[in-house]
């Protein structure tokens, strides 16, 4: 459905995403930010499905073409690990947001695993974005704290993971609602990369359905 595309970055220099337009006038965006594991099919995937529910949607490649396979953690670990993440949000994220706003046209983001991580950061540093929607990632606190969210935001975490564990979760949770921010946060049973399809030992149809169902109304009441 989509297709790979070349756009600009807020310093000038090229990045590249994939683009799924939804082929309605003036229809809002979002940015789908990848897993530790690259740009790989199932992100596309993710980036169709937005497209066909009224929304173009742009993952942008943060590791430059490079995907690892699913059972290569170590390798995934160290692509994520050499990720200047202040860089990939200033610079890539915000110039795919600039991309799809460059109609006027509201923008959200949303991102899963490293990717959770990332929309978090964005929203305390995208000023394009209207809302954010992570899925299991929550960013260092001397990267981005919560107090530092500067628009609605809506998370997805998993009961069973050892990677952004409940207690994190838990944490997350109550600095949001001490600095008085608009969000809400949901928790599901099931493991770390429940929404991805392709990863059999981690998926959950129901609780990803269920998540994709609340994405979806989140995006409606803040992007149209």
């Known amino acids: 459905m989509g297709t790979k595309i070349t756009f600009r970055r807020p310093d000038g220099q090229e990045a590249t995403g994939y683009f799924a337009p939804t082929g309605a006038a003036n229809a809002p965006g979002v940015v789908v930010i990848q897993e530790w594991w690259g740009l790989q099919d199932q992100i596309r995937g993710v980036a169709d499905r937005f497209a066909l529910a009224g929304y173009n949607a742009l993952a942008p490649d943060l590791y430059s073409g490079v995907v690892v396979p699913y059972h290569d953690r170590e390798s995934a670990g160290k692509q994520m690990g050499s ?51 992570p899925f299991y990632g929550i960013p260092p606190e001397a990267v981005a704290k919560a107090a530092d969210v500067k628009i609605p935001l809506q998370g997805h975490f998993a009961n069973d993971d050892s990677w952004c564990t409940p207690e994190a979760v838990n944490k997350f949770e109550a600095d949001l609602k001490a600095a008085g921010k608009d969000f809400e946060i949901f928790r599901y049973d099931a493991e770390h990369g429940f929404l991805n399809e392709q990863r059999g030992d981690a998926h959950a149809r129901e609780e990803s359905e269920l998540a994709w169902s609340r994405v979806l109304k989140f995006f409606e009441k803040h992007l149209r």
Do not use: W, Y
């Not at 915000?94 to 978090?120: D, E, H, P, W, Y």
């Open 83 to 133: 990720l200047n993440f202040v860089d990939a949000v200033d610079e890539t994220v915000r110039g795919a947001a600039m991309f799809l706003r460059r109609n006027g046209q509201k923008a959200a983001i949303t991102g899963f695993c490293m990717g959770g991580a990332v929309s978090i950061l964005a929203a305390a540093r995208v000023p394009e974005f209207a809302c954010a929607a």
